[in-house]
């Protein structure tokens, strides 16, 4: 069951948005996102050759990722985890327990060296000094930290756009779909543009966008950190 307070949420927003919809918003929702994706870059290009601030460039990134995710929470929220459910076949089944013990396996591996990587640089650096091994644990941290964030928000990306494949297709107004027939069922307009702008493309290029620029200035902030 979906959550009650969470669905009169997105029903009283959609009957307000409702009168207020143009024609061409309607009929080509996923069109306007892929237009609003370009305008985002071209001011990020502005902003790259004008030398503005990297707060500046994330927030243009992330703006460039909004209406599909919005509209992406929109639909995941109103619909019931049985819609997403499917009978695999026995290979894809187990192929599937094998990527992700192997995935478990190579990121606990991974922590393990990393972690005995960063013990032996904090030794070798900081000596017997525990203030200067202090802050050098807390520049670490701060490198190792926004990298992290950025493949974690790509894994969800990839997950939620999985996800949203497999309840709507690939169409820009798909005529067949597993969304639950109330969502915004009083609200048809705004309905046709959220399910248009939770369009798996569309999220799977716009959190490309905001993930290569995440990984711009993440680099960029290392090089001035190291």
């Known amino acids: 069951m979906t959550n009650d307070r969470g669905r009169r949420f997105v029903e009283g927003a959609g009957a307000r948005l409702e009168p207020h919809h143009p024609h061409f918003l309607t009929s080509h929702p996923t069109a306007l996102g892929l237009a609003w994706m ?19 460039r ?3 990134a992330l703006t ?4 599909p995710l919005v509209a992406t929470f929109a639909v995941l929220s109103q619909t019931p985890r049985s819609h997403l459910e499917y009978e695999p076949s026995i290979l894809t089944h187990f192929f599937a327990r094998f990527l992700a013990l192997f995935s478990a396996f190579i990121f606990w591996l991974g922590s393990v060296v990393i972690g ?6 904090l030794t070798d650096e900081s000596g017997t000094d525990i203030e200067t091994a202090w802050v050098l644990a807390a ?20 997950r939620y756009a999985g996800y ?3 309840l709507r297709g690939w169409s ?19 309905r046709q543009i959220v399910i248009g702008l939770a369009h798996p493309g569309l999220l ?23």
């Open 172 to 190: 820009a107004v798909p005529t067949r779909h597993r969304i639950p027939e109330h969502f915004l069922s009083e609200a048809p307009r705004t």
């Open 164 to 166: 949203l494949a497999r």
């Open 58 to 60: 994330a927030s243009l």
């Open 139 to 158: 520049r670490l941290f701060a490198m190792i930290v926004p990298p992290v964030t950025v493949l974690l928000y790509c894994v969800l990306i990839v």
């Open 38 to 56: 370009a305008g985002v870059v071209a001011l990020l290009v502005v902003c790259d050759l004008a030398g503005g601030p990297g707060w500046l």
């Open 116 to 121: 005995g990587a960063i013990a032996v640089q």
């Open 64 to 67: 460039a990722a909004l209406p």
């Open 204 to 226: 799977l290029a716009a959190g490309l966008l905001s993930t290569l620029v995440a990984i711009a200035l993440t680099v960029r902030a290392e090089n001035l950190l190291a």
